[in-house]
Antibody
Framework: EVQLVESGGGLVKPGGSLRLSCAASGFAFSPYTMNWVRQAPGKGLEWVSCISSSNINIYYADSVKGRFTISRDNAKSSVYLQMNSLRAEDTAVYYC?????????????WGQGTLVTVSS | AIQMTQSPSSLSASVGDRVTITCRASQGIRNDLDWYQQKPGDAPKLLIYDISILQGGVPSRFSGSGSGTDFTLTITSLQPEDFATYYCLQHYIYPYTFGQGTKVEI
C-alpha cells in the first residue's frame, strides 16, 4: 500500500524557517517525481514544487521561488521542503504527492498533510 | 502560467441528481487534465486522469470528458458520499495549476 507521511509542520514567526519531510513507503520511490501542494485554511489547492527522480528537473511556483528548496533522498525514500523567509501567506496544510507514473502526469497518491502556521 | 477557470464555485444538489462541473484552460493542455475530490479534513483523492480515465476503485457514476481547453466532470445519480469539493488540475506544463474548486452541497 502506498503511504506518504508528512512531518515537520508547526508554528513559526514571519521570516523564520521550517523543513518539511515526507516519508514514502509501499512503492519503489526512486523513479517517481514527487510534489508538494499546499492549501491555505478554507482555500483551494496550490501546487508548490516538484522534483524528478534524479534531481534533474526541479520546478517551483512563482510564489515560493527563491525562498523554498525541494530535495530528496532516494536511499531514505524521502522528499523534503526547506522553507525560508516564511510569510503569513505561507500558512497552509502542505501535502506531499506522488506523480501517477515515473514519467510524470499528475499526482495520484497524497499524504495527509502537515500544517504550517506563520504568525507572530 | 496556465489559468484554470472552474465553474460553478458551489452548487446545491440532491441525492440522485446529475451534476456537471466544468473547467476551462487558458490554453490548450492536450489530455493533461485530472479531477480530484476532497472531503473536509482529508487529502485530495484522484478520481479521473487524462480527461476521462477513471482511477481504480472510483465508481462508474463519475465520468470526465472534453478536449483542448474545455473539460467536464459529470456525476450521474449523486450519492450521499459525493458531497465534497472537486478540483480540476492541469499537468501539461509547470507550474501545475488547479481550478478554484466546486463545493457540492445538499
Amino acid at each position: 500500500e502506498v503511504q506518504l507521511v508528512e512531518s515537520g509542520g508547526g508554528l513559526v514567526k514571519p521570516g523564520g524557517s521550517l523543513r518539511l519531510s515526507c516519508a514514502a513507503s509501499g512503492f519503489a520511490f526512486s523513479p517517481y517525481t514527487m510534489n508538494w501542494v499546499r492549501q491555505a485554511p478554507g482555500k483551494g489547492l496550490e501546487w508548490v514544487s516538484c522534483i524528478s527522480s534524479s534531481n534533474i528537473n526541479i520546478y517551483y511556483a512563482d510564489s515560493v521561488k527563491g525562498r523554498f528548496t525541494i530535495s530528496r533522498d532516494n536511499a531514505k525514500s524521502s522528499v523534503y521542503l526547506q522553507m525560508n523567509s516564511l510569510r503569513a501567506e505561507d500558512t497552509a496544510v502542505y501535502y506531499c504527492a506522488r506523480e501517477r507514473d515515473p514519467g510524470g502526469n499528475g499526482p495520484d497518491y497524497w499524504g495527509q498533510g502537515t500544517l504550517v502556521t506563520v504568525s507572530s | 502560467a496556465i489559468q484554470m477557470t472552474q465553474s460553478p464555485s458551489s452548487l446545491s444538489a440532491s441525492v440522485g441528481d446529475r451534476v456537471t462541473i466544468t473547467c476551462r484552460a487558458s490554453q490548450g493542455i492536450r489530455n493533461d487534465l485530472d479531477w480530484y475530490q476532497q472531503k473536509p479534513g482529508d487529502a485530495p483523492k484522484l478520481l479521473i486522469y487524462d480527461i476521462s480515465i477513471l482511477q481504480g476503485g472510483v465508481p462508474s457514476r463519475f465520468s470526465g470528458s472534453g478536449s483542448g481547453t474545455d473539460f467536464t466532470l459529470t456525476i450521474t445519480s449523486l450519492q450521499p458520499e459525493d458531497f465534497a469539493t472537486y478540483y480540476c488540475l492541469q499537468h501539461y506544463i509547470y507550474p501545475y495549476t488547479f481550478g478554484q474548486g466546486t463545493k457540492v452541497e445538499i
